[in-house]
């Protein structure tokens, strides 16, 4: 079985300063972990994925994440906000093998402030 | 090229009633999912297509959703006997076979009045 547990339902951060978005994650098995965004109104969008690859993740749009196996974490960053990163984030796992369908988490909705 | 597209955007029903939800996926992807999503709240697996059969339904609520994929491409939701509590957005995401990224669509809102 596999969860997501994402720490803060709202973050809100002034315009030019550190996002820190958190992730946990329970799997029994290997997994895939991914962040996507989904903007108002509009469908959701990889920002990042880890596939077994390097722990360290870039993404689009300056965001990167860090896979932890010992704390289970995968936490999104990015060292400078711009108001256009208001939107909702969503962590996910999916197991390496099978039908890799993905689990998300409750959604972290980030706000910018000016 | 083209992404997933999903039809309706928008969907008002009335409870009791039948609705049908329409997903294409990105030509050549062979996996095609369905999740829901509640206001709110993340967004939960339906139901996983591997070419034309089901491979995974375990996320299906109950015996009122049933969805089809009859010729490996186009697929189509189906909600019987509609209530309020299925009011949600409905995403579909395709992806290529052994792919680990899904590419979803923008999804239909379904009201139920």
């Known amino acids: 079985a596999q969860s997501v547990t994402q720490l803060g339902s709202h973050v809100s951060v002034s315009e030019g300063a550190l996002v820190l978005l958190r992730c946990n994650y329970s799997?029994?098995?290997?997994?895939?972990l991914f962040w996507y965004v989904q903007y108002p109104n509009q469908g959701l969008q990889l920002l990042l994925k880890?596939?077994?690859?390097?722990?360290l993740v870039k993404g689009i749009n300056g965001f990167e994440a860090e896979f932890k196996k010992s704390e289970t974490s995968f936490h999104l960053t990015k060292p400078s906000a711009h108001m256009s990163d208001a939107a909702e984030y969503f962590c996910?796992?999916?197991?390496?093998?099978?039908?890799?369908?993905?689990?998300f988490g409750q959604g972290t909705r980030l706000t910018i402030n000016p | 090229g083209a992404g997933v597209s999903q039809t309706p955007s928008n969907k008002v029903t009335e409870k009791g009633k039948y609705v049908e939800l329409r997903c294409d996926p990105i030509?050549?992807?062979?996996?095609l999912y369905w999740y829901r999503q509640s206001l709110g709240q993340g967004p939960e697996f339906l139901i996983y297509?591997?070419?034309?059969?089901?491979?995974?339904d375990s996320g299906l609520p109950n015996d009122r959703f049933f969805a089809v994929r009859p010729e490996g491409s186009v697929s189509t939701l189906k909600i019987q006997r509609t209530e309020r509590g299925d009011s949600a957005v409905y995403l579909c995401?395709?992806?290529?076979?052994?792919?680990?990224?899904?590419?979803f669509g923008p999804g239909t809102r379904l009201t139920v009045l």
């Open positions: 995401a395709s992806s290529l076979f052994g792919g680990n990224e899904q590419f």
């Open positions: 799997s029994s098995v290997p997994p895939y």
């Open positions: 880890y596939t077994s690859a390097a722990t």
């Open positions: 996910a796992v999916s197991a390496i093998q099978g039908a890799q369908k993905l689990v």
């Open positions: 030509s050549g992807h062979t996996a």
């Open positions: 297509f591997q070419g034309t059969g089901a491979a995974d």
